[in-house]
């Protein structure tokens, strides 16, 4: 009796191990894009509501795929704008955008904007200064207000300079942008004085970027931080469907409601007005698609020998 137990312990846990990896190979291959349309671009993937062709996309969500480059890359089609990931999950985008730079005789200002439904993330972004005895201001337009901040970074002699990896207005500042901007400019303050720090900090830099991209050493001072980084920064978009403006909006017009199936949830956008589309805890998959949700596994019921043993009330 006991050996009889015992095997069909083992038969239970062979099947419900079978079964969690069968589900795990069937949620591995859940479709992301629309039937028949682009699931890549080089190496960023396109998941819908975002697409690269005809009926791929959500108004508003088309990408540019551009095979002049091995591999292709993907550009916001809006403007010229590219793409390193799209998250469904954290809802954000992150780009290339580019930093504004002044080699005391060329000053280069960067005016960045992106369109529905991007918004440049408030919690992962920070303004940056790059730069001795310099002052830079970022200015742009959020929600229906126009918005200006600076940042000023001072260090008359290269002893001075921070040892980093933290910006403490030694070398590097930065501060915080408020949400819902969607337009800024950066540049530098010409008439701010620099005194003699050209020896050892022959560039500033000035720029938005994802708060974990940058970290600040000395070296950034003497090097071409921007030639090394072609001028540009990665930075966090978040995207939303931003209209209706709210979830329960959006649930009122069920023919428009992009949240698709029965296994989805719905949470307002932190970052503008609209929504954001998830799967149910338990599922996994887009929320976008029909049927895009898919039970994440089987519920683990983690068993142990023993407590076979006492649920079956076997004596062993």
């Excluded at 949620?27 to 975002?50: H, L, Q, R, W």
């Excluded at 830099?205 to 950034?220: N, T």
């Excluded at 649930?251 to 799967?279: F, I, K, Q, V, W």
Aim: charged residues 20%; contains cysteine.
């Amino acid at each position: 009796m006991v050996a009889k137990r015992v095997l069909l312990f083992q038969i239970a846990a062979t099947l419900l191990l079978a079964s969690a990896v069968a589900a795990a190979d069937s949620n591995a291959t859940a479709p992301m894009s629309k039937p028949g349309c682009p699931n890549k671009c080089g190496e960023v993937d396109i998941p819908y509501p975002f697409g690269t062709g005809t009926d791929c996309f959500m108004q508003g969500y088309d990408i540019t795929c551009s095979n002049t480059t091995d591999p292709p890359k993907a550009f916001i089609s809006a403007g010229n704008i590219e793409i390193l990931r799209i998250s469904l999950v954290d809802h954000e985008l992150t780009v290339r955008i580019y930093m504004a730079k002044w080699c005391y005789d060329h000053p280069f200002h960067a005016n960045t904007s992106v369109d529905y439904p991007y918004l440049f993330s408030a919690t992962r972004n920070k303004f940056t200064v790059v730069g001795c005895s310099t002052l830079a201001y970022i200015g742009g337009n959020h929600d229906t207000h126009s918005y200006t901040s600076g940042c000023i970074s001072i260090c008359h002699e290269e002893s001075s300079v921070s040892e980093g990896p933290s910006c403490d207005g030694l070398g590097c500042c930065q501060t915080s942008i408020p949400t819902e901007l969607n337009v800024f400019n950066t540049y530098f303050d010409v008439n701010f004085d620099k005194g003699n720090v050209q020896s050892f900090s022959p560039c500033n830099y000035a720029f938005l970027a994802d708060q974990d991209w940058f970290q600040f050493d000395k070296s950034k001072l003497s090097e071409d931080f921007g030639i090394k980084n072609n001028d540009r920064s990665p930075a966090v978009l978040d995207w939303a469907i931003r209209s209706p403006s709210s979830c329960p909006d959006a649930e009122a017009h069920p023919e428009t409601y992009a949240c698709r199936g029965g296994n989805t949830t719905c949470l307002n956008s932190t970052n503008g007005d609209g929504y954001r589309c998830m799967c149910a805890e338990g599922y996994t998959g887009n929320p976008y698609l029909v049927g895009g949700c898919q039970e994440d596994g089987l519920p683990y019921k983690k068993l142990s020998f023993e407590k076979f043993k006492h649920e079956k009330g076997a004596d062993v």
